[in-house]
């Protein structure tokens, strides 16, 4: 096997957003693992995901976080401009958070409590479409956080289980994670979907019920990925391999031992970060049910996207074209960079 060649572009920024599964190129630059790969890396926080979808294309950043849907979205042109971009890599699975408004939400069952309402999601939604029916308009306003994600997807799949229309019987409306729970506290909302720790916030103020999660309705499906545009990583193939190699020692890292995911916790807990969020977290909660958020498993699979296609494919109403699907989540760059020998 081959040995790494030095990074073409050791100085990098990548963007991110406050979220738990932007845990992995943080405690990559806060724990030496990019260092270790030659990487000087600075981490751009953005609070919408529109923002950094543009920063990428544009070239401000090297590389994003991306909702698992966008690398497709944007290489299709569906979301700003066509712009080929790869996603080499798996940031996070699960982690997403369904949740009510105390109103909407009264009586049922939590995530995996013993109830039948625990362990099955469609049993909340048939609760919540038969108070619908009975209280009427408004529709309730329902939030996600693009509408290009998985939250946006799995809370559609969600209503359906409980016979609603999205498209008729609610109102979806996108909004930045981290304006979620004042938006549910001050009336502006009625519930949403969001990624951790922004749901169990909400839980543990008292200003709204999770009723399901994203690991019950798509169960370990890819949450967040590693984008980079195509152009990109044909011109920074080493910086690219570096990138890779030490996010998988990261997450490496973090499996090891319960001491390594308090020690992440602190480190996301920064001010640059997730800073006051993490509040109400003792740890970086990893594996955990009802969430069971994961930061293992990086290595991106084109049959695993499989619901986001069919789902991205109906919103665009065309089908589409397989060698785009195959292109964005191939695991070749991911492959190339974990087979190589370290220097």
Known sequence: MSMPHAPERPRLTLGIVPLL????????????????EGLEVTLSRESAWSTLRDKLAAGILDGAQLLAPLPLAMSLGASGPPCDVLAPLVLGRNGNTLVLSPYWAEGMAAPLDDSPGGRDPAVNARDFAERLRRRGAPRPRLAMVHP?????????????????????DVEL??????????????GRIDGFCVGEPWGSQAAQRGGGHVVATGAQLWPDHPEKMLGVTRDW??????????????????ADWLAEAPEHRRQARDWLALPPYLDRAMDHLPTLPLGEPPVEQRLTGLRPEVGEMERVVDHLARQLDVPLQ???VETCYSPV??????HQERA
């Open 21 to 36: 599964d932007a845990a992995l190129p943080i405690v990559a630059r806060e724990g030496g693992f990019f260092a270790a």
């Open 148 to 168: 290009f994600s998985s939250h946006h997807y799995q809370l559609r799949d969600w209503l359906t289980l409980g016979g609603l229309d999205p498209d008729r």
């Open 173 to 186: 409306v996108a909004l930045p994670p981290s304006r979620m729970v004042e938006a549910l506290e001050q």
């Open 233 to 250: 990583a044909e011109r920074h193939p080493a910086t690219l391999a570096a990138l890779i190699r030490a996010l998988v020692a990261t």
């Open 322 to 324: 397989r060698h785009v």
């Open 333 to 338: 760059h991911f492959d190339a960079a974990t």
